[in-house]
């Protein structure tokens, strides 16, 4: 469920695509195993929790120059600066190490890492605002209901083409 509503706020800003500088659904998986690797034990099964931590870690605290991810072993992070083929045609890019493939980073093309950062800070913000009365639902902040609309109507007619 996590995974799904940060492809939806992804679709949202447009960053869902990595053609065109977004973020792949494995290293968004990644990512949200990383943010999970970082909680307590105890707040690890808690999505509101993970969903807080995740958008403020990639919002306001990682470092995407000079850190790297691993979710390896638990979960650690690593100097980019010393890796020898890190790729710095993009210095502003999330670099992951492949859980699968040693010496393979995800990410790295995505170049539309300073929007993801400015989009996960301006999420954490508006969800750590005080709630209004009227307001329905705090994710409804950070993810409209048209979006969800519309992601169920593309959904609805993939189905219909293939099983039809």
Do not use: C, Q, W
């Given at each position: 469920m996590l995974?799904?509503?940060?492809?939806?706020?992804?679709?949202?800003?447009?960053?869902?695509?990595?053609?065109?500088?977004?973020?792949?659904?494995?290293?968004?998986i990644q990512l949200i195993l990383f943010t999970i690797q970082l909680l307590d034990k105890s707040e690890r099964l808690n999505c509101g929790k993970i969903l807080l931590k995740f958008f403020l870690y990639y919002g306001e605290i990682f470092n995407y120059i000079t850190t790297g991810i691993s979710?390896?072993?638990?979960?650690?992070?690593?100097?980019?600066?010393r890796l020898s083929h890190a790729s710095w045609t993009t210095p502003i890019s999330i670099s992951i190490e492949d859980p699968q493939i040693p010496g393979n980073f995800l990410g790295e093309n995505a170049f539309n890492t300073p929007v993801f950062r400015m989009k996960c800070s301006?999420?954490?913000?508006?969800?750590?605002?005080?709630?209004?009365?009227?307001?329905q639902s705090l994710l409804n902040r950070i993810v409209s209901y048209k979006t969800l609309g519309e992601m169920n109507n593309f959904r609805m007619s993939v189905i219909d083409k293939f099983i039809s």
């Open positions: 995974l799904m509503f940060i492809k939806f706020f992804l679709r949202e800003h447009k960053l869902d695509s990595p053609f065109t500088g977004g973020i792949s659904s494995n290293t968004v979710t390896r072993d638990g979960g650690r992070t690593f100097e980019r600066l301006d999420a954490y913000l508006k969800l750590i605002m005080n709630k209004s009365f009227y307001e």
